[in-house]
Nanobody, 121 residues
């Protein structure tokens, strides 16, 4: 089992930045595919970013978000810059016990509880 805990969410003005962290326990995740997804009120959960040997980003966040690992802390980081009101959502971290890059929510094995990100205009 992998337990994932997200942190770093909050309220920020449009154009600002937030840094989300996802810390894993139970297993070492450095060779896992790690993903970030988000869900806004009334909408389906959507892919944001993922990292395995390479990275992938949703078109809506390309050029603004980056994803990286801190293996010493068993953590994955989502750096979000130039935030927009439409980025407002609950952000979830997910893990897949595979080194092959995944981008579909149903393919991930473990999920965190989520952290709220609110971007004001």
């Amino acid at each position: 089992q992998v337990q994932l805990v997200e942190s770093g969410g909050g309220l920020v003005q449009a154009g600002g930045s937030l840094r989300l962290s996802c810390t894993a326990s139970g297993r070492i995740i450095r060779y896992y595919t790690m993903g970030w997804f988000r869900q806004a009120p009334g909408k389906e959960r959507e892919f944001v970013a993922a990292i395995a040997g390479s990275t992938s980003f949703a078109d809506s966040v390309k050029g603004r978000f980056t994803i990286s690992r801190d293996n010493a802390k068993n953590t994955v980081i989502l750096q979000m810059n130039s935030l927009k009101p439409e980025d407002t959502a609950v952000y979830y971290c997910a893990a897949k016990a595979s080194g092959i890059l995944r981008m579909t929510a149903g393919e991930f094995d473990w999920w965190g509880q989520g952290t709220q990100v609110t971007v004001s205009s």
